[in-house]
């Protein structure tokens, strides 16, 4: 299959790509239990992992033609609990501020009530974003760095200093998408005759 071509969107559901992002959200419970419980090496590892199965089912899906309307779902939701694990555990060991979790946090809730307005209006999700995808990748990326401190002490003078340039600059483009993605909803939601009706793909970034 021509890597350059889109792939249909299926509906199975056994797929490899499937069940490497079903293992993700079954580590996210047992990611942040070693987190809490400060068994830093291995969470850092179960980390890792996620980060490394999140990049492969990606290209599974695309190269063999497995993308599904499921993976288009649990994918990204794997991708914002072991963010919001992440950031929670951090939070409550005092290696991040509760603000800083909070704002975070805001930015997914204040997504949720948006899709929930879309819908309501009879409108599906909205496209999703470059930014929103960057600020993703941020976050995704700064969390092992923080780890990486707290398992490997001897680390954290270089992977702290750049985890939290990720993190903070990930926060800044998450909550910079978000307000694109209200006005493109409000734009969207005030066409006239539902000329802005459902999108192809899901605002997952």
């Known amino acids: 299959m021509d890597p350059s071509t889109p792939a249909a969107v299926s509906s199975r559901v056994w797929t490899v ?3 490497l992002s079903m293992l993700r959200l079954a580590l996210v419970p047992v ?3 070693l987190v809490l419980l400060e068994r830093d090496l291995l969470a850092l590892l179960v980390l890792i992992f996620s980060v490394v199965t999140d990049y492969l089912d ?3 899906a695309r190269r063999f033609g497995l993308v599904t309307r ?4 649990i994918d990204p939701a794997a991708d914002r609990l072991f963010i919001f694990a992440t950031i929670l555990g951090l939070a409550f060991r005092d290696v991040i501020p509760w603000w800083l979790f909070f704002v975070i946090l805001g930015r997914d809730v204040l997504l949720l009530v948006l899709g929930i307005a879309l819908a309501n209006a009879g409108y599906g999700p909205l496209p999703v974003h470059h930014l929103g995808k960057v600020a993703t990748f941020c976050l995704f990326y700064a969390l092992p760095l923080l780890m990486l401190g707290r398992a490997v ?6 992977s ?3 985890g939290w340039a990720f993190v903070l600059w990930g926060a800044f483009l ?3 998408a978000g307000v694109i993605y209200v006005i493109e909803a409000i734009r969207v939601i005030r066409l006239p005759g539902g000329a802005g009706g459902p999108a192809s793909d899901s605002l997952n970034r």
């Not at 499921?70 to 779902?73: D, K, P, W």
């Not at 002490?153 to 270089?158: K, R, Y």
């Open 153 to 158: 002490p001897a680390a954290a003078l270089v």
């Open 70 to 73: 499921l993976g288009q779902l």
């Open 160 to 162: 702290d200093p750049l």
């Open 58 to 60: 990606g290209v599974i």
């Open 17 to 19: 790509p499937n069940l």
């Open 174 to 176: 998450y909550w910079w």
């Open 31 to 33: 990611f942040l239990a």
